[in-house]
Nanobody, 117 residues
Framework: QVQVVESGGGSVQPGGSLRLSCTAS????????LGWHRQAPGKSRDLIAD???????NYADSVKGRFTISRDNHKNTVYLQMNSLKPEDTAVYFC???????????WGQGTQVTVSS
């Protein structure tokens, strides 16, 4: 079993920045992909960025150039630096973790990000 815990959400004005963090509790060598997803009210949960153990990153078009995902393999921690935030970035942000040889996806509880003037 893997526990996934996010932190760092909050409220910010348009154009501002926030940094989210997420730690997955598992043996360091077993975590493969760490990802960030978001879900706005009445909408589906969508992947916005992920990163594998080798540092290969993928981004949704909606956040490219504004958000940066990074990870610390020694700590099983993933970060999401969010710059130039827009009101449409308002959502609950979820972290996910996938382990090698394990088909399950483990989810955090979510953290609210609100972008409003």
């Amino acid at each position: 079993q893997v526990q996934v815990v996010e932190s760092g959400g909050g409220s910010v004005q348009p154009g501002g920045s926030l940094r989210l963090s997420c730690t997955a509790s598992s043996s360091v060598d077993s975590i493969n992909i760490l990802g960030w997803h978001r879900q706005a009210p009445g909408k589906s949960r969508d992947l916005i960025a992920d990163i594998n153990r080798d540092g290969i990153r993928n981004y949704a078009d909606s956040v490219k150039g504004r958000f940066t995902i990074s990870r610390d393999n020694h700590k099983n921690t993933v970060y999401l630096q969010m710059n130039s935030l827009k009101p449409e970035d308002t959502a609950v942000y979820f972290c996910s973790a996938n382990r090698l040889y394990d088909p399950r996806t483990y989810w955090g509880q979510g953290t609210q990000v609100t972008v409003s003037s």
